[in-house]
């Protein structure tokens, strides 16, 4: 079945990095445009960022842009998200989603960034 599996979260202080993976299992991973979404309590989910099959395109909100970075490894199946200078705003639930029919996600990691 599918499966997507985060892991990466922690807590860190304003101005930091951490890198979020997501494995990924259960389908063709290669073939499949993935995403990375966030949430906060009493939000709605916030699109972050998305990366093409072949890794050659990606998007990012603007609240990002400079500052992280998607990538993915088809061989090894798994999605990245690099985070850097991060702010207390990026504390949230971080999820990695994709879309096969229906929409995937997995369980999240948690990321709190401390001012």
């Known amino acids: 079945q599918v499966q997507l599996v985060e892991s990466g979260g922690g807590l860190v202080q304003a101005g930091g990095s951490l890198r979020l993976s997501c494995a990924a299992s259960g389908f063709t991973f290669s073939s499949y445009t993935m995403s990375w979404y966030r949430q906060t309590p009493g939000k709605e989910r916030e699109l972050v960022a998305t990366?093409?099959?072949?890794?050659?395109?990606?998007n990012y909100a603007d609240s990002v842009k400079g500052r992280f970075t998607i990538s993915r490894d088809n061989a090894k199946n798994t999605l990245y998200l690099q985070m850097n200078s991060l702010k207390p705003e990026d504390t949230a639930v971080y999820y990695c989603?994709?879309?096969?029919?229906?929409?995937?996600w997995g369980q999240g990691t948690q990321v709190t960034v401390s001012s």
């Open positions: 989603t994709t879309f096969l029919g229906l929409w995937r």
């Open positions: 990366i093409y099959s072949t890794g050659g395109t990606t």
